[in-house]
């Protein structure tokens, strides 16, 4: 008696995509069923070693077989098979986590992004409707005794009905659409093809009967002239042998990158990738690769970073995050090794002492491989620090600069005099004589930076300054403090250094002189700055604001958009150009006692504020102020 079912929503629409699909790669499919069948495989094969109900020893195939007549291709597999109940639950909703979302980035997508995305996840069972009107799942799952079938024509709902059980495991076949473009799958070369294109490290024998031709021979062993048979041979189509597993010079980086494009179904060749072999105390294999292209997610809370983990190349899980520190969170990848346990437990895993060895020496080598490339293929580099960079910089000041030594030559920046990116040796090796600090200055833009009055003395000098312009510059700089001996130093804050003693003597002597009037300014602005004196910064700007060593502006800037991070304030101090003739006009207009002399101090103030590209608290009262000066310097 068959039993008719609905299919759940999300799964109707899924579906319905996929039947209208225009997508031109619908021979992935074909790569989905097999990957299905070699998940179940490795499933029955994890859990026969510990489950003793289960036959252990099976020889793991899948095969493959297709007929002309009945326009049919069957996929079938002696792996775990499904229970009545998990068919209903596998087939009749989208298993995947994170479907949902799935869902709505594919309805909202343009025909040419919906290809991308559907690379991007595969697509799973649903994706036999590109190509097929019909499908039928036959299953039998050694935990029940009976064995079940699924069909259905992809529309709004699915028989399923008990059956004959005649193997363990599970055989999908698929009822293709009419159609020349479909009557291409019906052809043993082109199965080869794609099995051989999508499938070829599938680790258990890929079986298809293959006919050929043979010429006859006479019993001399002699060919017989136009006479010839049918052979029917039945052919393993896939090289098996997981491409990790072969020696580092067996391997040519194109068949590297084929393999990563597809496992992950990119469309683009990795940037990078690094084969690693070890065999010491610990023996195992590591295959990494660098997308071209960051994960359009990666910097979302649902991003899950890890590499795939395999024992004995029998998989065990798919994202172990582990094995991958948050700064690396966008490499993909893998990991083989002979000493863990098939039976290791997710929770035992973590605490794991040899997944620890194994993700260190993962990461030294990553980094080693970025050292490489970023000494040899400076291009390639500069590629990836577009793309990754940031990352590289948050993996300086995570856990308080734990591997900021590791990381500190590789992490590049822009400077005000350089057209690309210096290393951190390379502003060093080029510091003039004389210069003892590694300056830097915060800002939206190079052109922004240059133009803040803190770089005045510093341009004059001729020494470079790097330039930052992410949120989290800052912070890493702040936890590195030095490189090579040599310490940073914002253009914002502190001692510049820039002047000589003798000069440095006459500004302090200059303020001693004018110390009435800086007390006056101090005054007015008491509840706005800290401190107001003369400047060892400047030189054609009149003033600017710079901040007391320890909270930045642009650290104030980033923790107050922070969800906790509000109120931090950088303690402000303004600095006034002894050498400009504004401070001459201020002095005059103090000597005066002119009455809007504390007008003039309030807009000394909101213009260094607005140079530093800090906001006005009250830009009212500043327009006021506007207004009184302008009317005050007006002829009537
Ligand atoms: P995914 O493979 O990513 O889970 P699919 O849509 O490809 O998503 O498959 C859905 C589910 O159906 C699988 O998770 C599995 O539980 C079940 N399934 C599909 N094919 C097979 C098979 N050959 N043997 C056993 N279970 C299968
Ligand atoms: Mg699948």
């Known amino acids: 008696m068959s039993e008719v079912r609905e299919f759940k929503t999300e799964s109707k629409r899924l579906l319905e995509l996929m039947i209208n699909s225009i997508y031109s790669n619908k021979e992935i499919f074909l790569r989905e069923l097999i990957s299905n069948a070699s998940d179940a495989i490795d499933k029955h094969h994890y859990l026969s070693l510990t489950d003793d109900s289960l036959d252990r020893g099976r020889e793991y195939e899948i095969d493959l077989s297709f007929s002309k007549e009945n326009r049919t291709i069957t996929i079938k597999d002696n792996g775990i098979g499904m229970t009545k109940e998990e068919m209903i639950d596998s087939l009749g909703t989208i298993a995947k986590s994170g479907s949902n979302e799935f869902m709505k980035k594919l309805l909202d997508a343009s025909e040419k992004e919906k290809v991308e995305i559907i690379g991007q996840f595969g697509v799973g069972f649903y994706s036999s409707y590109m190509v097929a009107s019909k499908v039928e799942v036959v299953s039998k799952s050694e935990k029940s005794d009976k064995a079940y079938k699924f069909a259905s024509f992809g529309t709004d709902s699915y028989e399923i009905d008990e059956v004959e059980a005649k193997f363990e495991g599970t055989e999908v076949t698929l009822y293709l659409r009419e159609g020349e473009e479909f009557d291409n799958y019906l052809d043993q070369w082109e199965l080869q093809t794609l099995v051989k294109r999508y499938s070829d490290y599938i680790r258990y024998p890929i079986k298809m009967d293959f006919e050929s031709e043979e010429q006859e021979v006479d019993k001399d062993g002699k060919k017989v002239e136009g006479k010839y048979n049918k052979v029917i041979e039945n052919k393993t189509l896939n090289s098996m042998t997981p491409i990790w597993k072969k020696k580092k010079n ?208 510093v341009k004059k000098k001729g020494y470079d300054v790097l330039v930052l312009t992410d949120d989290v510059d800052e912070f890493a700089i702040n936890i590195m403090q030095e490189y090579n001996g040599k310490k940073f130093k914002s253009i914002n ?14 500004i302090k002597q200059t303020a001693l002189d004018k110390k009435a009037l800086l007390d006056k300014i101090k005054e007015v602005l008491k509840d706005d700055v800290k401190d107001v004196v003369l400047s060892e910064r400047l030189e054609d700007s009149p003033v600017c604001l710079v901040s007391e060593d320890g909270i930045s502006f642009e650290m104030e800037k980033v923790m107050n958009q922070l969800p906790n991070g509000e109120g931090v304030k950088a303690t402000r101090i303004l600095e006034i150009n002894p050498k400009h003739k504004l401070f001459e006009a201020i002095e005059n207009l103090f000597n005066d006692n002119d009455p809007m002399l504390e007008t003039y101090f309030k807009l000394l103030y909101e213009q260094a504020l607005l140079i530093e590209g800090i906001s006005l608290s009250d830009p009212v009262a500043f327009s006021n102020r506007m207004c009184e000066l302008m009317i005050k310097s007006a002829k009537y």
Not at 292 to 301: C, G, I, N, T, V
Not at 411 to 425: E, F, P, Q
Not at 493 to 506: F, M, N, R, Y
Request: charged share 35%; aromatic share 12%; hydrophobic share 35%.
């Open 493 to 506: 804050q502190g001692d510049l250094d820039l002047l000589s003693d003798e000069e440095k003597e006459k």
């Open 250 to 457: 067996e391997v040519l980086d194109e068949e590297l990158n084929e393999f990563y494009k597809q496992k992950y179904y990119d469309y683009q060749d990795p940037l990078a990738n690094i084969l690693i072999n070890v065999e010491g105390k610990l023996n195992y294999t590591a295959l990494i690769f660098i997308p071209k292209k960051a994960p359009y997610d990666l910097y979302s809370d649902k991003f899950e970073k890890g590499l795939q983990l395999y024992s004995k190349s029998v998989f065990i899980m798919d994202k172990c995050k582990d094995l991958v520190p948050d700064y690396l969170r966008f490499i993909r990848g893998l990991v083989d090794s002979n000493d863990l346990s098939l039976n290791i437990s997710r929770e035992l895993l973590q605490k794991n002492k040899d997944i620890e060895d194994i993700a260190s020496n993962v990461e030294k080598r990553i980094v080693s491989k970025l050292e490489t490339m970023l000494k040899n293929e400076r291009e390639k580099y500069v590629e990836f620090f577009d793309t990754y960079g940031i990352n590289i910089k948050y993996g300086i000041y995570d856990k308080f600069g734990l591997k900021k030594d590791l990381l500190k030559d590789i992490v590049l920046y822009h400077t005000i005099s350089s057209d690309g990116y210096v290393t951190l040796n390379e502003y060093v090796e080029a510091m003039k004589e004389g210069q003892e600090f590694i300056y830097y200055a915060s800002g939206k833009t190079k052109e922004a930076v240059l133009a803040l009055p803190q770089m005045d003395l």
